[in-house]
């Protein structure tokens, strides 16, 4: 179906789809991991679908230089920054931080950032809301430079960047159809959302290759409602990209686990944390993964029709999120 468009080949697939069974019996489901933490090297996460057909375009316009936005610690900005620097190009990282003025963090995504040379603009919490204007504003300096830019919104979360996740799910329908992850379609998906292209391109795939009927994006940030309107949006564009996808899965965003703020966990979700890595060696991340598989136990905790159902979490990375969180999990150890 995406065979005409640019793209280029990262991702370590098909990565693994696997049962854990004291995680399955903790949660009284019959509870399937897609291991896309498991993408790729350093790059790895959720992100380097969607660079593929993102970075795929800024290659094909032959663009030198790409600039992207998120939090200090963000997954995408590092992944871009990674892959960028592999095809020769450019980055511009412009993320958000509480204070401008300190030094650069030496841990995590910025640790990373750092080796691979991108170029860091940090913003406070008032510019971010102009996040946009002011990636605008780098390209045009770039381009008036004599450059070629590239601009990936925040998360790589528009119509083309989320088509790596309708191409995952193409990769779970082949698993399925080999008799992996129990060998037919599941009740449910769930995953955390942080900026909306993964849920949009999850449930336009799960309908398209018959994964699943319904998607539980699991919001670390923002509320239910605002991003029933984002994923909406990124599924009417890339359906606009690509008209052969059929309509989405259902979307029903959760948000009663996002925490105390966007990359704070509670003292609930930092025990659950490391709860499961004891439980069976997986480990989340406090800012995406964690949150979403504990919104996934607060939901089976509110509603025991759950129990029993075929349910697949997609594990979407962000360990180097966890790494430059160890001050905050010391007392939880
Ligand atoms: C590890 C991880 N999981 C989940 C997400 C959420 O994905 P999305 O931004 O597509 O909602 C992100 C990025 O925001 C991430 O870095």
Known sequence: MLRNLPRQR???????????????ARFGLDLWIKRDDASGGVEA??????????????????????????????NHARATAVLAAQL???SVLVLRADDVHAALP???????????????????NEQWRDRNG?????????????????????????GLGTLGYVEAMAEVRAQLDLGLGGGRPFDAIVHACGSGGTAAGIALGA????????VHPMAVCNDAAYFQAVIASIIAEARSIVPALPAPAGVVVDDASKGPAYAVSSDEQRAFIVEMARLCGLVLDPVYTGKGLHGLAQW?????????????????????????QGEEFERNL
């Open 106 to 124: 030496i841990s995590g995504n910025v640790l990373i950032d750092r080796m691979v040379g991108a170029s860091i603009r940090l913003i406070d």
């Open 88 to 90: 020769g190009m450019k």
């Open 207 to 214: 309908a398209a290759y018959d994964v699943a009927p319904v």
């Open 45 to 74: 996460g959720n992100k380097v679908r969607k660079l593929e057909f993102l970075l795929g375009e800024a290659r094909a316009r032959q663009a030198d230089t790409v600039i992207t936005c998120g939090g200090i610690q963000s």
């Open 134 to 158: 002011i990636m605008a504003q780098e390209a045009s300096a770039i381009d008036r430079a004599g450059g070629r830019s590239y601009v990936i919104p925040e998360g790589g979360s528009n």
């Open 300 to 324: 089976v905790r509110r509603d025991g029709s759950l129990v029993g159902k075929r349910v697949l979490f997609v594990h979407t990375g962000g360990l180097p999120g966890l790494l430059a």
């Open 10 to 24: 990262w991702v370590h697939g098909p990565t693994p789809l696997v049962r854990l069974p004291r995680l399955a």
